[in-house]
C-alpha cells in the first residue's frame, strides 16, 4: 500500500492514493485539522456495553439509555460508534450458539481461507482471521499456493471444499494474482458456503425485492450491525454512500435501501456531492480517499459510517505514518450525532461478520435453529 502513496513527510497536507485515481472534487489545497495535529482528537465517553440479543439473526436491541438515539446536539461533539466494543459482543454471542451447535448435533462450523502468493498484508489478514475463528471454537483450516498457481489450480482446491461437509463457509482472499481471473474465481465457490457474499447470485438476491441472499458482504453487514445496534433509525431517513465499489458501496447502498432509507450513491462522476451528502441523515463513507469528506459536508446530527482505512504522513509515529478514514474526524465529530474512528470502528466489525456468516451457512447446511 505504502508504495503507492506520494508525500512530503514535512507537509500537512492530504495523503491520497495517486491524484489520477481520485474523483474531480476530492479536496487538494486545505489540510485537516487531524494532520496538522496528529495527537488532537476529539474523544467521547466510552458507551455501556450493549445488552445481548435473543438471536444473532434479529435486529439487536439499541445501546443503552445513553444511547437511545445517535443524534444529539450540534453543540456537542458526536457520540463514537465503537466497532471493537460491538465486535467483541458479537464474538462473546457466536461463541455461545457455537458451543451450542456442538453440544446439540455435534458439528462445529469449518472455514477455509485460501490465499495464492505471499503478499504480507493478505498474510497478516489470514492470521487474524484464523485468530478470530480460534478464539470462538470455529475450526478454520488454510491453504497456502504459489503466486504462479494457476486458475485450474484454485479452482480444484474450492471444488473439493465445495463437497467437504466439514467446510462450511470458503474465503478466497483478495486481491489474487494480476493473471487470474476475480469472477472466474469466486463464481466456482458454492453459493451455500460463499461467506464474503460476493458471489452474484448472492448480490443479485440482494438487490431483488422480496428475496434475501444467502450470505451479506461482511463489511457492508458489520456497516449495518453498527446502525443497528446503536439505535439509528433507518426507515424512511435519508442516506448516501460515498463510494460504489462492488465490495463495500454497492451493497451497502442496496442494503440501506432494503431497510427503507432513502438512498443515494455519490460517486467520481458525482456533481456537487458536498451538497448531496450534507443533505444525508446516514453517511457511509467508502471510497478510499484520506479526509475526502469535510465538515461542511455533514448535515448536522447525522450518523458517519467511515469505512476508508487510508495511510497519512505522521513524523511523531514509530513507522511515520498512521491510518486515518474517508472522513476528516476532527472536523466531522463537530458537526455529526455519532461517527465511527478509524481505527477501531468498521474494521473490527469486518471480521465479526466472517464468522457470523460462518455459523450463519453451518446452522443452514445442518438445518440447525
Known amino acids: 500500500m505504502a508504495s503507492s ?26 489540510p485537516c485539522p487531524a ?9 467521547a465517553a466510552r458507551p455501556q456495553l450493549l445488552p445481548r440479543p435473543r438471536r444473532m439473526d434479529s435486529a439487536p436491541a439499541a445501546i443503552a439509555s ?39 448435533i455435534g458439528i462445529v462450523p469449518g472455514l477455509v481461507v485460501i490465499l495464492v502468493g505471499s503478499r504480507k498484508d493478505s498474510q497478516t489478514y489470514v492470521r487474524n482471521k484464523k485468530k478470530a475463528c480460534e478464539a470462538v471454537g470455529i475450526k478454520s483450516y488454510e491453504v497456502n499456493l504459489p503466486e504462479d498457481s494457476s486458475e485450474e489450480e484454485v479452482i480444484k482446491h474450492i471444488a473439493s471444499f465445495n463437497s467437504d461437509p466439514s467446510v462450511h463457509g470458503i474465503l478466497v ?27 452474484p447470485l448472492n448480490i443479485g438476491r440482494l438487490a431483488m425485492q422480496g428475496r434475501d441472499p444467502f450470505f451479506v458482504p461482511c463489511t457492508p453487514k458489520g456497516c449495518m450491525e453498527l446502525l443497528h445496534r446503536y439505535g439509528v433509525e433507518i426507515k424512511g431517513k435519508r442516506a448516501v454512500v460515498i463510494g460504489r465499489s462492488n465490495i463495500v ?38 471510497v478510499g480517499v484520506a479526509n475526502l469528506v469535510r465538515e461542511n459536508w455533514i448535515k448536522p446530527g447525522a450518523t458517519i459510517i467511515d469505512v476508508g482505512i487510508n495511510p497519512v504522513d505522521d513524523p511523531e509515529s514509530p513507522r511515520c505514518y498512521r491510518l486515518v478514514g474517508d472522513v476528516c474526524y476532527e472536523e466531522a465529530s463537530k458537526v455529526a450525532g455519532a461517527i465511527t474512528p478509524v481505527p477501531g470502528g468498521v474494521g473490527p466489525m469486518t471480521i465479526a461478520m466472517l464468522l457470523s456468516n460462518t455459523l450463519e451457512a453451518a446452522k443452514r447446511i445442518h438445518k440447525f435453529k
Do not use: Y
Open 249 to 286: 458501496g454497492m451493497p451497502a447502498a442496496l442494503l440501506l435501501q432494503k431497510a427503507n432509507a432513502t438512498v443515494s450513491i455519490v460517486h467520481s462522476q458525482t456533481k456537487n456531492p458536498e451538497k448531496i451528502t450534507r443533505q444525508a441523515d446516514i453517511v457511509i463513507a467508502a
Open 66 to 104: 445513553s444511547a437511545d438515539s445517535a443524534t444529539v446536539s450540534a453543540d456537542a461533539p458526536a457520540k463514537v460508534i465503537d466497532g471493537k466494543l460491538v465486535a467483541k459482543q458479537v464474538r462473546e454471542e457466536i461463541a455461545v450458539e457455537v458451543t451450542r451447535m456442538k453440544d446439540a
Open 173 to 199: 482472499q483478495l486481491p489474487l494474482p494480476r493473471h487470474m481471473n476475480d469472477e472466474t474465481i469466486l463464481n466456482a465457490v458454492s453459493i451455500e458456503k460463499d461467506v464474503d457474499g460476493f458471489h
Open 35 to 43: 494532520l496538522a495535529h496528529p495527537r488532537r482528537l476529539l474523544v
Open 5 to 30: 502513496i506520494l508525500s512530503d513527510c514535512s507537509s500537512a497536507c492530504l495523503l491520497p492514493l495517486r491524484r489520477a485515481l481520485l474523483p474531480p472534487w476530492a479536496p487538494r489545497l486545505r
